[in-house]
């Protein structure tokens, strides 16, 4: 199998997505268990100027799906940043998962060279699609997903590397 | 250009080993105006069971150098663990990189399917080229150089995502 644009995506976060929400359910239980309000964990983050843990997964989600979408050309899918519940979270995660599977490889293979323009806050960036997957949306997601993961554990939650890393 | 697995690991390991450590210099900047002991900072941690900032520096560089020697097929080169202050992180990244920064793409493409052991711990696992780049090494390094940025924003460091990111 060769290495493509499809390959290094859409399975990669819908893996690391799935792992997420496996990690969402073993918190809620963490939770339940100590009766901690969960709304505890899901606003709780590791310094006042930082996401809280909410809005990790919320981006996490975002980039994945924004990867996607900008890669194939289609229109991103709007999804409000309302959630939070751990099922809530679990619902969006389920929903971006749902998009990002129901893309065809064909339809993202080949991007390397395409050119996008990318809005990041104020700023807009011009870069090709290899260099935008591999430089940007694929650390941002992991720097998302590992920051979610990094707030449970500073809270308590009983997590390994390997509820991270998940099935390879 | 393709997407193939020289693009997928070398330039993304180096690239991300140095936006750490210039991440390493901020922080060592912030120790020295606040006049804290540096090595409160690299002995931190997000909770007393998991890796202290050095060895999130530490593990991230021994994936990254070890996932090129693996699809490379050449000796992994053994650095001990013996560094605590910034400038030895920094050292420490310097070596990885070059050590990145010295395969050629041919050495390394073409890996997709190359069948590896890697052992875990106590457990070996089988898994060929891509599986072990995109579903291991890259998630597990990203999730070690993002710790380390989370363990030195709790501290208080002023960093953005952007110096996580860099120049993509």
């Known amino acids: 199998m060769n290495l493509s644009m499809y390959q290094?995506?859409?399975?990669?976060?819908?893996?690391?997505?799935?792992?997420?929400?496996?990690?969402?359910?073993?918190?809620k239980a963490h939770?339940?268990?100590?009766?901690?309000?969960?709304?505890?964990?899901?606003?709780?983050r590791l310094y006042p100027d930082m996401f809280a843990l909410a809005r990790q997964v919320q981006v996490a989600c975002d980039t994945a799906k924004g990867a996607m979408a900008r890669l194939a050309g289609v229109e991103i899918p709007k999804h409000e940043d309302t959630e939070k519940t751990?099922?809530?979270?679990?619902?969006?995660?389920a929903k971006t998962v749902a998009f990002i599977e129901g893309f065809k490889p064909a339809q993202v293979d080949g991007t390397e060279d395409?050119?996008?323009t990318i809005k990041l806050g104020p700023?807009?960036?011009?870069w090709k699609g290899m260099q935008y997957l591999?430089?940007?949306?694929?650390?941002n997601f992991y720097f998302?997903?590992?920051?979610?993961?990094?707030?449970?554990r500073h809270n308590g939650v009983e997590l390994a590397k390997r509820d991270f890393i998940g099935n390879p």
């Open 144 to 152: 998302h997903a590992a920051t979610a993961y990094d707030i449970l």
């Open 8 to 27: 290094a995506s859409a399975p990669r976060f819908a893996s690391t997505l799935k792992n997420l929400a496996a990690i969402l359910d073993k918190a």
């Open 86 to 93: 751990f099922d809530e979270l679990k619902a969006r995660i």
């Open 123 to 126: 700023r807009e960036v011009n």
């Open 31 to 44: 939770a339940e268990a100590k009766k901690i309000d969960e709304l505890v964990l899901t606003s709780s």
């Open 134 to 139: 591999l430089g940007f949306a694929l650390p």
């Open 114 to 116: 395409k050119a996008l």
